[in-house]
C-alpha cells in the first residue's frame, strides 16, 4: 500500500464507493483545500482487493471528535489498535477463522468515515485525467 500521496492532501471528498468483488473508492483533493494554485484536484482510487471481514460507513457529522485507537496516517489510516477492530474480533468469528491477521484501515474524507477490515491492504493509486 503506497499511501504517501494521498494522506498529503489535507482533505478528501467522497466520489464514489462500489461494493462487488472488491470494495472500490474513489476520492478527490478537497477543492476547498487544495493549495497548488491553478491546478485541478488529486484524484485516487482505492480498491481493497481481498475479503472484507467488515465495514462501516459513517457521516463525518454524527461521528465523535476525538478519535480512539492507534493509528497512522491521515486520510488514510492504518490502526494497530482500535474500538472497530476489537468489535469484529469479539462479536464475529472472522479472527479464529483467518490465517492472516485482521487489519482496520480508515478512509477520511470530509463528509464520510469509511472503515474497512480485511487481510488484505488496499491498493492505492493516483488517477491521472
Known amino acids: ?64 471528535a476525538g478519535d480512539s485507537g492507534t493509528y497512522t496516517g491521515k486520510c488514510v489510516r492504518t490502526y494497530d489498535a482500535s474500538p472497530f477492530l476489537d468489535y469484529v474480533r469479539t462479536e464475529t468469528y472472522a479472527a479464529s477463522t483467518m490465517t492472516h491477521p485482521l487489519h482496520h484501515f480508515r478512509i477520511v474524507t470530509e463528509e464520510n468515515i469509511i472503515d474497512v477490515i480485511t487481510i488484505t491492504p488496499p491498493q492505492i493509486e493516483k488517477i491521472s485525467l
Open 1 to 64: 500500500m503506497n499511501d504517501q500521496q494521498i494522506n498529503k492532501a489535507d482533505s478528501l471528498v467522497l466520489i464514489r464507493m462500489e461494493v462487488t468483488d472488491t470494495l472500490q473508492i474513489w476520492v478527490e483533493e478537497s477543492r476547498a483545500c487544495n493549495h497548488r494554485s491553478n491546478s485541478t484536484p488529486e484524484l485516487f482510487h482505492i480498491a481493497f482487493p481481498g475479503e472484507i471481514m467488515a465495514m462501516s460507513n459513517l457521516n463525518a457529522s454524527y461521528t465523535r
